[in-house]
T-cell receptor, first 114, second 116 residues
């Protein structure tokens, strides 16, 4: 069964901490994405990677960075966590060029910053 | 700009009744339209999609959606709702103008509650 795995389901971190959210996919997909989900706002794109070591800023990249050293792994980094980064974080992957196909999502990480 | 609207935050329906979750879109070019469902504290799961062809598409769990080009709508439907259908539903359209066409624009979501 193909899947996208996010390393933590729930995380609680303190303000100012550096936080790493990990995502691994086993489908050999070129594209990987990080979204945050907030009530009434839907999903907002934080960062997008279309290949190893390649990344593009999404709609809300401030306060975040990413790393993609291997094709299957895409990490989201909160450089100095703040309470307004409390949210549900979703990782997704897709095959590049396959416009008729959608995403495969991970189960999400609910991050609380206190 | 590409956009998706889901005009209802919440839809309530009695079990056994038909349900509709509404979606309208605005895109340049041909739309690639998707519906996803999210159960509590989980990621999104694919339900169905419209790419081309028949305007009525069928998907998982008995759901279907009707593509209407003139009304730029892609409403999700099910003839007989189940309590287990209660979840958050997202409509999405592929953004062909940005991010090399690899990204989706999502609507804000509609919470469906099916009452026993």
């Amino acid at each position: 069964d193909v899947k996208v795995t996010q390393s933590s389901r729930y995380l609680v971190k303190r303000t100012g901490e550096k936080v790493f959210l990990e995502c691994v996919q086993d489908m050999d997909h070129e594209n990987m994405f990080w979204y945050r989900q907030d009530p009434g706002l839907g999903l907002r794109l934080i960062y997008f990677s279309y290949d190893v070591k390649m990344k593009e800023k999404g709609d809300i990249p401030e306060g975040y960075s990413v790393s993609r050293e291997k094709k299957e792994r895409f990490s989201l980094i909160l450089e100095s966590a703040s309470t307004n980064q409390t949210s549900m974080y979703l990782c997704a992957s897709s095959s590049r060029g396959e416009l008729g196909y959608g995403y495969t999502f991970g189960s999400g990480t609910r991050l609380t910053v206190v | 700009a590409q956009s998706v609207a889901q005009p209802e935050d919440q839809v309530n329906v009695a079990e056994g009744n038909p349900l509709t979750v509404k979606c309208t879109y605005s895109v340049s070019g041909n739309p690639y339209l998707f519906w996803y469902v999210q159960y509590p504290n989980r990621g999104l799961q694919f339900l169905l999609k419209y790419i081309t062809g028949d305007n009525l598409v069928k998907g998982s769990y008995g759901f279907e959606a009707e593509f209407n080009k003139s009304q730029t709508s892609f409403h999700l439907k099910k003839p007989s709702a189940l309590v287990s259908d209660s979840a958050l539903y997202f409509c999405a359209v592929r953004d062909l103008l940005n991010y090399y066409g690899q990204n989706f624009v999502f609507g804000p979501g509609t919470r469906l509650s099916v009452l026993p």
